[in-house]
């Protein structure tokens, strides 16, 4: 089993960028598809992006599209989503997941979450 730990939140004005990173632990994440998720206070959680094991192609919401990209670096077990262009409406906990299949359709694993909080 692989566990997730996110980090890399905090407050940052609107326009401005943020990294986040999920370390995971205890089994490699290199053969799994990653993704992000995001859930604002009192809205369902809500899907942001994915990215395939191999040979990594990306998808997003069209909320992010354009301005968030996921990234991996298997050597250092680690996922990342680098945010760009920040809107208040991008608050919310963001949680890193692990794909069971590597589909983008069914995730097994997550992370606790990180808040990003977008000030304007």
């Known amino acids: 089993q692989v566990q997730l730990v996110e980090s890399g939140g905090g407050l940052v004005q609107a326009g401005g960028s943020l990294r986040l990173s999920c370390a995971a632990s205890?089994?490699?994440?290199?053969?799994?598809?990653m993704g992000w998720f995001r859930q604002a206070p009192g809205k369902e959680r809500e899907f942001v992006g994915f990215?395939?094991?191999?040979?990594?192609?990306?998808y997003y919401a069209d909320s992010v599209k354009g301005r968030f990209t996921i990234s991996r670096d298997n050597a250092k077990n680690t996922l990342y989503l680098q945010m760009n262009s920040l809107k208040p409406e991008d608050t919310a906990v963001y949680y890193c997941?692990?794909?069971?299949?590597?589909?983008?359709?069914?995730?097994?694993?997550w992370g606790q979450g990180t808040q990003v909080t977008v000030s304007s």
């Open positions: 997941v692990k794909d069971l299949h590597n589909t983008g359709y069914e995730y097994d694993v």
């Open positions: 205890g089994r490699t994440i290199s053969s799994s598809g």
């Open positions: 990215i395939t094991c191999s040979p990594g192609s990306t």
